[in-house]
């Protein structure tokens, strides 16, 4: 598949029909791969790589480099392909402006996992026949793939590739996901367990940003969380009050537009489950307003600029749920 | 929060009113007499959708034990559809609330009109009763702005 995709992406520059490339590129070492534009040729034979761990969702970096002089080539995963239509529908990217690979999803793995069994001084992991030969500075260790995969990857809600230009390898369906099923263990909780598990949950977050910098979904050029006036700038949560406002707002933000790409929880170093809180909000726009699904088109109403005059009355949130 | 001479609870409540139907409810409430508790405090909005969501979240960062939001009936809008983006917001924040463990009964959204000073006594007095009940408002409280 890598293989497939430098050659490609090559001719492409070859014949001027781009003049760059976004993929992804390995860092220090080779699990940590980090998204980057290539150039050129040399570049692309030199760092360029796909593989188990190429996780990233590298739509984002079309807001910046679609605006740039010629057109860029950007692979795309299922997934990735619903935060582009997003970003599109958002007037973000210069959709005209981009040349869209799709190509195959994961499962990827998450490094996390892999430490979590004992496994240290890790060299490279390779994938045969679902089994992780993991080579380290010790030894040559073995895991089930099944266990190092990426939570995101785990409850994957499509392999379907919902905006291309050109495929490599084919294109999958939607899948029937169990994306809600923790969402909807904790609505069955009592208020109580559930300001509990929040409480210990929410309190871990040293305010990085990562969540809001990876996300697709928040784009703006002035995010409040920078604004000083706000007074929840960038700085840790001075206590749980602050805590629970910065992901309050944070999820509430991106309600309607978020397409599930599980970044922001794949990227957060305290690993608190994000993705509960915007599966919250995607699942009551489900049952409350109707089916929606961010990015999976470019031109439906998204949930929060749109109305019904039957909508239900806020008040449903007291008649429903547990006490 | 405050407490009175014998020490009784007594919820503060912050009240978003728009200013065409809602506040004006208030207003008739009054120069009618009706009672509803002075520990309501009432913000007036030009609409009820000028309220986002952290507007709320504040009230409770500064001491609300509960927070309304009042605005013209559905229909009613004075500029046509305000109150329905409202309902759909305000829906979804107190959905979040709540899954975050956070009582439900300090928030609310109700549609009263500027005849409807009655319906605003009522309102608010039946309200302030519920946030009574649950107390003084700690799990989304900020320590710092805590006053006694
Ligand atoms: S990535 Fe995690 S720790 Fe960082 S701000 Fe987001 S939630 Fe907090
Ligand atoms: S909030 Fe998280 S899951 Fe949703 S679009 Fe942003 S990064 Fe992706
Ligand atoms: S958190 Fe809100 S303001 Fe900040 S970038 Fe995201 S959507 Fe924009
Ligand atoms: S003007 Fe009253 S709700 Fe819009």
Redo the contacts between chains.
């Keep these: 598949m890598q293989e497939a995709m430098i050659k490609r992406a090559k001719e492409l520059l070859a014949d001027g029909s781009v003049k760059r490339v976004i993929g992804w590129k390995r860092g220090e070492f080779a699990y940590d791969i980090t998204p980057a534009v290539f150039e050129s040729a040399e570049e692309l034979d030199k760092d360029f790589v796909f593989d188990v761990f190429t996780s990233a969702n590298v739509s984002k970096y079309l807001v910046k480099e679609s605006k740039k002089e010629g057109k860029v080539l950007v692979f795309l995963k299922p997934c990735d392909t619903y935060s582009l239509n997003q970003l599109t529908k958002e007037h973000r990217v210069d959709r005209d402006n981009v040349y869209v690979i799709g190509i195959p999803g994961g499962p990827k793995l998450d490094i996390e996992k892999i430490r979590a069994k004992g496994i240290t001084g890790i060299l490279s992991v390779r994938n045969e026949n679902f089994t992780l030969k993991i080579e380290t500075l010790y030894g040559e260790e073995t895991m089930p793939f099944s266990d190092a995969i990426l939570d995101k990857c785990a409850s994957c809600k499509s392999k379907k590739h919902v905006t291309y230009d050109e495929l490599i390898g084919e294109d999958g369906d939607i899948l029937d996901s169990d994306r809600f099923d923790m969402v909807e263990k904790l609505e069955n909780m009592t208020a109580q367990e559930r300001y509990d598990f929040w409480r210990e949950q929410l309190s871990k977050c040293i305010r990085c940003n990562a969540c809001r910098n990876v996300c697709p979904a928040c784009t703006c050029e002035k995010c409040v969380f920078d604004d000083p006036a706000s007074g929840v700038e960038n700085k840790a949560a001075a206590d749980s009050f602050e805590e629970k406002m910065f992901h309050i707002i944070r999820a509430f933000h991106v309600a309607g537009r978020c397409t599930d790409c599980g970044e922001c929880s794949r990227v957060c170093p305290q690993n608190i489950p994000l993705h509960l809180l915007n599966r919250k909000f995607i699942k009551d726009i489900n049952s409350l307003y109707g089916e929606y699904q961010a990015g999976a088109d470019t031109t439906s109403r998204a949930p929060l600029t749109d109305y019904t005059a039957e909508d239900c009355e806020s008040s449903i949130v007291h008649e429903r749920g547990v006490e | 929060m405050q407490v009175n001479e014998n020490k009784e609870f007594q919820p503060l409540i912050v009240a978003f009113c728009c200013n065409w139907c809602s506040y004006a409810g208030a207003d008739l409430s009054g120069t009618n007499r009706l009672n509803y508790p002075t520990n309501v405090k009432i913000i007036r909005v030009p609409c009820s959708c000028r309220v986002n969501?952290?507007f709320i979240?504040r009230a409770?960062?500064r001491g609300a034990d509960g927070v309304i939001l009042c605005g013209c009936h559905?229909?009613d809008c004075h500029y046509t559809?305000g109150n329905?983006?409202t309902?759909?917001?305000?829906?979804?924040?107190?959905?979040?609330?709540?899954?975050?463990?956070?009582?439900?009964?300090r928030t609310?959204?109700e549609w009263v009109s500027a005849a409807e000073g009655a319906k605003f006594a009522a309102t608010m007095n039946e309200f302030t009763e519920a946030v009574k009940k649950l107390g003084p408002n700690r799990?989304?409280?900020?320590?710092?702005c805590r006053k006694q």
């Design positions: 969501p952290m979240l409770f960062q559905p229909g559809s329905y983006f309902r759909r917001r305000m829906t979804l924040l107190f959905s979040m609330l709540d899954f975050l463990g956070i009582e439900r009964d609310r959204v799990r989304l409280e900020d320590l710092r």
